[in-house]
């Protein structure tokens, strides 16, 4: 595998589901990004990790969890979505350095409808 | 805060026909800029980037020049294919910041 990677493609849940996004990045990077998009709207920044700590936290409800067990996986966690949260929820990957700038590289998406 | 405007969309093209996508920031500091492209089903990709006033970024016959008198990224290709058809985001960045600011992305439609 090469890149940033997501599992699933593709995700239906009911609003009393609990279900998991996975991103894994083989690319050495020492960050990850969790976004949102939705139809006709800017991408929406989640999460940002580095080196495995959470550093950005968007105003996120809380039905949505983030983990990042090391700096090449990030999981995240969904509990009693919203039908407003169907979405393309993409991953993505850096290598942060201060002072520099960012190039992010992302993974396909993982297409989420909620019922 | 920072912010990107792009031209609404779709952008409805024939084949061989000249593409402009407009792109205008507001940002703090000196941001680089980027164009990432997302083909139906796929995730962003990042198409061209540019990291400091009138710096030209290209990549596959697209071509963008970073204008800080007019805090302008305008994407450009001279003749468009069918395979082309995506929809285009223009991003920044601060630099030492991670958080990537996109626009609303234009959705261009080339028709053979």
């Known amino acids: 595998e090469t890149g940033v990677t997501q599992t699933p493609r593709h995700l239906v849940m009911g609003m009393t589901n609990k279900k998991s996004l996975k991103c894994e990045q083989h690319?050495?990077?020492?960050?990850m990004y969790w976004y949102k998009q939705s139809a006709k709207k800017p991408l929406e920044l989640m999460f940002v990790?580095?080196?495995?700590?959470?550093?950005e936290n968007n105003s996120v409800p809380s039905r949505f969890s983030p983990e990042c067990p090391n700096s090449s996986h990030l999981f995240l966690h969904l509990h009693t979505l919203q039908p407003e949260d169907s979405a393309l929820y993409l991953c993505?990957?850096?290598?942060?350095?201060?002072?520099?700038?960012?190039?992010?590289?992302f993974g396909p998406g993982t297409r989420l409808t909620v019922l | 805060g920072d912010s990107v405007t792009q031209m609404e969309g779709p952008v409805t093209l024939s084949e061989e026909a000249f593409l402009t996508i407009n792109c205008t920031y507001t940002?703090?500091?000196?941001?680089?800029l980027f164009w990432y492209v997302q083909y139906p089903g796929e995730g962003l990709q990042l198409l061209l980037k540019?990291?400091?006033?009138?710096d030209k970024g290209s990549n596959k016959g697209f071509e963008a020049t970073y204008r800080k008198e007019t805090t302008s990224f305008h994407l450009e290709k001279g003749s468009v294919q069918v395979s082309d058809s995506a929809v285009y985001f223009c991003?920044?960045?601060?630099?030492?910041?991670?958080?990537?600011?996109f626009g609303t992305g234009t959705r261009l439609l080339v028709s053979p």
């Open positions: 993505a990957s850096s290598q942060f350095t201060s002072g520099g700038y960012n190039e992010q590289f």
């Open positions: 940002a703090t500091g000196y941001p680089s």
């Open positions: 990790y580095n080196f495995k700590e959470q550093t």
């Open positions: 991003a920044l960045v601060t630099p030492g910041f991670q958080k990537l600011v």
């Open positions: 690319l050495g990077h020492n960050a």
């Open positions: 540019a990291t400091k006033a009138d």
